[in-house]
């Protein structure tokens, strides 16, 4: 059985800073991709950061460019996002993703189709 869970999520204040952890069991892309997807109420889901696991490539969303970045740890099949210069607008729940199959790093992760997702954690992000 697939699982990715993910935990570090939590609430700070604007400019704070938090760690997301995302640990997989039962599978583990590689090559392939893990990441971060991200969805708060009324608004799509979209891509965060992603990180190719067969190597390090790596895409982030544009609203995150050079405040959060995507490391993996493959021996313990683990994805970390490092959250910094949090805003008011990064509130959100927070979904790790995985797949395996070509596109990952470009159109599925586009349209948001992989294979494999976790439960999701909240992130706050108060003013």
């Known amino acids: 059985q697939v699982q990715l869970v993910e935990s570090g999520g939590g609430s700070v204040q604007a400019g704070g800073s938090l760690r997301l952890s995302c640990r997989a069991s039962?599978?583990?892309?590689?090559?392939?991709?893990v990441g971060w997807f991200r969805q708060a109420p009324g608004k799509e889901r979209e891509g965060v950061a992603v990180i190719y696991t067969g190597g390090d490539s790596t895409y982030y969303g544009d609203s995150v460019k050079g405040r959060f970045t995507i490391s993996q740890d493959n021996a313990k099949n683990t994805v970390y996002l490092q959250m910094n210069s949090l805003k008011p607008e990064d509130t959100s729940m927070y979904y790790c993703a995985a797949d395996g199959r070509p596109g990952c790093l470009g159109w599925r992760l586009m349209r948001g189709e992989y294979d494999y997702w976790g439960q999701g954690t909240q992130v706050t992000v108060s003013p």
């Open positions: 039962g599978y583990w892309p590689n090559p392939g991709c």
